[in-house]
């Protein structure tokens, strides 16, 4: 059974940094693209971010572009997203999610972890 | 990076066929066949229901189909049912090789 287990959310001041983890089990995962969505709490879904099974290739949101960097180690199956200079607006329910293939092409998400949540407040 | 577009509310009586709609532009909708719909109840994780436009994950009741025109996917729920009240989002695939979600749709069984 494919599992995906986030942590490391929390609450951080504005301008400063936070590191998510999304710790995976059930499946080959230098074999699969992964992604970043977040969602505000009681709000729509956001694609923040993706990266390629080899993490090689990475891909982001403009709205976060140039301040997250997302990463993946596969020897520890564990995808990565480091939040630099966050802002009120990045605090949301953020969930890792598993793609079908290993090359991000924009393409569907299952499963979904359970999300941690970020609060970017002073 | 707007949200594709979706129906606030969608409401119908059990047994009876709602259709959500998710509007793009030929950047992104009308250009490929990754669109996909999401099933999420609340304080729940989303969960796949249609993928490539019209595929259904194993697991997925077939009263839930999917489509496509033009700038325009369609999500049917058929024979619709009290466990189908949620929030359903499509998303798609861009020309930027990101992705778009659609700004949600609640669905009320009356």
């Known amino acids: 059974e494919v599992q995906l287990l986030e942590s490391g959310g929390g609450l951080v001041q504005p301008g400063g940094s936070l590191r998510l983890s999304c710790a995976a089990s059930g499946f080959i995962f230098t074999d699969y693209a992964m992604s970043w969505v977040r969602q505000v709490p009681g709000k729509g879904l956001e694609w923040v971010s993706a990266?390629?099974?080899?993490?090689?290739?990475?891909y982001y949101a403009d709205s976060v572009q140039g301040r997250f960097i997302v990463s993946k180690d596969n020897s520890k199956n564990t995808l990565y997203l480091q939040m630099n200079n966050v802002r009120a607006e990045d605090t949301a329910l953020y969930y890792c999610a598993k793609s079908p293939y290993e090359f991000w092409s924009g393409n569907y998400f299952d499963p979904w972890g359970q999300g941690t949540l970020v609060t970017v407040s002073s | 990076q707007s949200a594709l577009t979706q129906p606030a509310s969608v409401s119908g009586s059990p047994g009876q066929s709602i259709t959500i709609s998710c509007t793009g532009t030929s950047s992104d909708v009308g250009a490929y066949n990754h669109i996909s719909w999401y099933q999420q109840h609340p304080g729940k994780a989303p969960k796949l229901m249609i993928y490539?436009?019209?595929n259904r994950p194993s697991g997925v009741s077939n009263r839930f189909s999917g489509s496509k025109s033009g700038n325009t996917a369609s999500l049917t729920i058929s024979g619709l049912q009290a466990e189908d009240e949620a929030d359903y989002y499509c998303?798609?695939?861009?020309?930027?090789?990101?992705?778009?979600f659609g700004g949600g749709t609640k669905v009320t069984v009356l």
């Open positions: 490539e436009v019209s």
């Open positions: 998303s798609s695939s861009t020309s930027s090789r990101t992705l778009r």
């Open positions: 990266i390629s099974g080899g993490g090689g290739s990475t």
